[in-house]
């Protein structure tokens, strides 16, 4: 797939960024080039492997959901700088 230096100040356009004429050609070649290896790849025989997220086997990293203690009202707002009975107190932001 070519790309040229229309196409490529439309997604500036689209993207909201200011390119210099220079930069423009700039762009332009080096999508053209991303572009040109995607279609490479494209020509590759994918029949029978199987689609990855991961190079590596993932497992869950998560530890187990376990029921816990808490640490308390009191500890919980032992730095609180302004608290009302067991919540903390901040200011009003809303009027």
């Given amino acids: ?10 997604v500036a356009l689209l993207a909201r960024l200011e390119l210099t004429g220079e930069e423009a050609e700039m762009f332009t070649g080096q ?3 991303i572009l040109a290896y ?3 790849l494209n020509e590759l ?3 029978g492997i199987v689609p990855t997220a991961h190079a590596v086997p993932m497992e869950n990293a998560f530890r187990a959901d376990e029921v ?3 640490i308390g ?9 302004k608290r009302a009975e067991s919540f903390f107190r901040v200011p009003k932001v809303i009027e």
């Fill in 1 to 10: 797939m070519k790309i040229n230096k229309d196409e490529v100040e439309k």
């Fill in 31 to 33: 999508m053209d080039a």
């Fill in 38 to 40: 995607v279609d490479k």
């Fill in 45 to 47: 025989n994918t029949d």
């Fill in 68 to 70: 816990r203690d808490s």
């Fill in 73 to 81: 009202i009191d500890n919980a707002l032992a730095n609180a700088p």
